[in-house]
C-alpha cells in the first residue's frame, strides 16, 4: 500500500512537473516595418504585455523589417501555421477580399478621426470578418497615417507625374489611381522600395512620414509633396485555426493586450505624423512641397473617378458610408 501510494505520488509530480514545464505557446508576429514606426511599437507593446501578463503561457516574438516575411508571403505562411500574427496594410489583402479596397480609394477620408469612427462604426466592424471564409480572423484596425508623394522631380500638379515610375502596394484600386494621372504604377514589395529609388529604377512612391522617414526614403527622394491623398491603415490578423486552438480565457487575455496595444500603437501614429514630417524638414535632405488647394483639386478631379471604377467590387453603400464618416 504504501509503495502503491508513493508510485502514485511520484506519478503526480512527474505530471505536475511535465505541466508546468510545457513549452509556453509561441505567436510569431511579422511585420515589414522598422520598429520606430507605429505598427514596430505597437508589436513590441504587445510582447512586453504578454511577457508581463501571461509569462510562462505564452511568448510573443516580433520579426520587425520584413525578417521573416515580406507582406506578400506573409498570409500564405499565416493559414500554414508557420506565423500567428501580422499587421498588413490594408491594400495587401485583395487576394482576400474586395472589400477593404475601399481604404485605398484616394481622398476618401479627410482626416484620420474619420477613419476612425467609420471603423468604430457597424460597417467598420463588419469589415473586420471579411476574411472569415479564408481561414483569417480580423483583430482590429491600426493606424499609420495619411500617404504623400515622395519623388525625384518637384510634384505639384498631375501633370508632373505624367510618364514618372511610382512603386505601390499589391492594389488594383493603387494601380487605377496613378493611372489616373497618366503615371507608371509598379507593384513592388516594401523592402524593395529604398534600393529601387536609391538606384533611379523608380521615380518615386507614396507612403506616410513615418515610414518615409523610418526607411530613409528622404534621403534618397529631393521632393516630397504633401498631398494627403490616401490613407495607410492595417488589420491585426491571426489564422482561425489558431485563434480556436487557445482555450477561451487566454484567447480573452490576448485580445486584451492587443486592443491595448493598439491604442498604444494609434496614438504613436498620431505623433509620429507631425514628429517625423518635422524630423525630415530638419534633415535638410529632402524639400518637402505643399499645395494649394486649387493644385488639390486637380488631384482630386483626376483620381476620384476611380471610385467608380471599384464601386461594384467594394460595394456602393459601403462607399457612402464612409464618406459620411467625414461629417
Ligand atoms: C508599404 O508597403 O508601403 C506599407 O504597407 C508598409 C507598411 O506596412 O507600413
Same mark, same amino acid.
Given at each position: 500500500?504504501?509503495?502503491?501510494?508513493?508510485?502514485?505520488?511520484?506519478?503526480?509530480?512527474?505530471?505536475?512537473?511535465?505541466?508546468?514545464?510545457?513549452?509556453?505557446?509561441?505567436?510569431?508576429?511579422?511585420?515589414? #516595418? !522598422?520598429?520606430?514606426?507605429?505598427?514596430?511599437?505597437?508589436?513590441?507593446?504587445?510582447?512586453?504585455?504578454? !511577457?508581463?501578463?501571461?509569462?510562462?503561457?505564452?511568448?510573443?516574438?516580433?520579426?520587425?523589417?520584413?525578417?521573416?516575411?515580406?507582406?506578400?508571403? #506573409?498570409?500564405?505562411?499565416?493559414?500554414?501555421?508557420?506565423?500567428?500574427?501580422?499587421?498588413?496594410?490594408?491594400?495587401?489583402?485583395?487576394? +482576400?477580399?474586395?472589400?477593404?479596397?475601399?481604404?485605398?480609394?484616394?481622398?476618401? /477620408?479627410?482626416?484620420?478621426?474619420?477613419? *476612425?469612427?467609420?471603423?468604430?462604426?457597424?460597417?467598420?466592424?463588419?469589415?473586420?470578418?471579411?476574411?472569415?471564409?479564408?481561414?483569417?480572423?480580423?483583430?482590429?484596425?491600426?493606424?499609420? &497615417?495619411?500617404?504623400?508623394?515622395?519623388?525625384?522631380?518637384?510634384?505639384?500638379?498631375?501633370?508632373?507625374?505624367?510618364?514618372?515610375?511610382?512603386?505601390?502596394?499589391?492594389?488594383?484600386?493603387?494601380?487605377?489611381? /496613378?493611372?489616373?494621372?497618366?503615371?507608371?504604377?509598379?507593384?513592388?514589395?516594401?523592402?524593395? #522600395?529604398?534600393?529601387?529609388?536609391?538606384?533611379?529604377?523608380?521615380?518615386?512612391?507614396?507612403?506616410?512620414?513615418?515610414?518615409? +522617414?523610418?526607411?530613409?526614403?528622404?534621403?534618397?527622394?529631393?521632393?516630397?509633396?504633401?498631398?494627403?491623398?490616401?490613407?495607410?491603415?492595417?488589420?491585426?490578423?491571426?489564422?482561425?485555426?489558431?485563434?480556436?486552438?487557445?482555450?477561451?480565457?487566454?484567447?480573452?487575455?490576448?485580445?486584451?493586450?492587443?486592443? *491595448?496595444?493598439?491604442?498604444?500603437?494609434?496614438?504613436?501614429?498620431?505623433?509620429?505624423?507631425? &514628429?517625423?514630417?518635422?524630423?525630415?524638414?530638419?534633415?535638410?535632405?529632402?524639400?518637402?512641397?505643399?499645395?494649394? !488647394? *486649387?493644385?488639390?483639386?486637380?488631384?482630386? !478631379?483626376?483620381?476620384?473617378? #476611380?471610385?467608380?471604377?471599384?464601386?461594384?467590387?467594394? &460595394?456602393?453603400?459601403?462607399?457612402?458610408?464612409?464618406?459620411?464618416?467625414?461629417?
Amino acid at each position: 500500500m504504501r509503495l502503491l501510494s508513493a508510485a502514485v505520488t511520484a506519478m503526480a509530480l512527474t505530471f505536475g512537473a511535465t505541466s508546468v514545464m510545457a513549452a509556453p505557446i509561441e505567436i510569431k508576429f511579422s511585420h515589414v #516595418v !522598422a520598429e520606430n514606426t507605429p505598427k514596430g511599437q505597437m508589436a513590441n507593446k504587445f510582447a512586453e504585455l504578454v !511577457a508581463e501578463r501571461l509569462a510562462g503561457k505564452v511568448e510573443v516574438n516580433v520579426f520587425p523589417s520584413s525578417q521573416l516575411f515580406g507582406d506578400n508571403k #506573409v498570409l500564405e505562411a499565416m493559414l500554414l501555421g508557420d506565423v500567428q500574427m501580422a499587421a498588413p496594410a490594408l491594400s495587401k489583402f485583395q487576394k +482576400y477580399t474586395k472589400s477593404l479596397q475601399l481604404f485605398d480609394l484616394p481622398f476618401l /477620408f479627410k482626416d484620420m478621426e474619420a477613419v *476612425e469612427r467609420f471603423q468604430k462604426g457597424p460597417d467598420g466592424q463588419h469589415m473586420l470578418t471579411s476574411l472569415e471564409s479564408k481561414g483569417l480572423v480580423g483583430l482590429g484596425y491600426l493606424h499609420n &497615417g495619411m500617404k504623400q508623394l515622395s519623388a525625384s522631380n518637384p510634384i505639384k500638379v498631375p501633370a508632373d507625374v505624367d510618364g514618372k515610375k511610382f512603386r505601390i502596394m499589391t492594389s488594383d484600386v493603387l494601380q487605377a489611381q /496613378f493611372e489616373a494621372v497618366n503615371a507608371v504604377p509598379l507593384k513592388k514589395p516594401f523592402s524593395e #522600395v529604398f534600393t529601387l529609388l536609391q538606384t533611379r529604377a523608380i521615380d518615386g512612391q507614396e507612403n506616410t512620414w513615418s515610414n518615409i +522617414y523610418s526607411k530613409k526614403f528622404y534621403e534618397v527622394q529631393p521632393y516630397i509633396t504633401e498631398t494627403n491623398h490616401g490613407l495607410l491603415d492595417y488589420m491585426v490578423v491571426t489564422s482561425a485555426e489558431f485563434w480556436n486552438s487557445l482555450d477561451d480565457d487566454l484567447r480573452a487575455e490576448l485580445k486584451a493586450a492587443l486592443d *491595448e496595444s493598439i491604442a498604444f500603437g494609434n496614438s504613436i501614429a498620431a505623433e509620429k505624423a507631425n &514628429g517625423d514630417k518635422q524630423a525630415i524638414i530638419d534633415s535638410k535632405r529632402s524639400e518637402i512641397l505643399e499645395i494649394t !488647394a *486649387e493644385e488639390r483639386a486637380q488631384w482630386v !478631379a483626376a483620381m476620384k473617378p #476611380v471610385w467608380a471604377e471599384f464601386s461594384d467590387d467594394i &460595394g456602393a453603400d459601403l462607399i457612402k458610408a464612409a464618406e459620411a464618416s467625414n461629417q
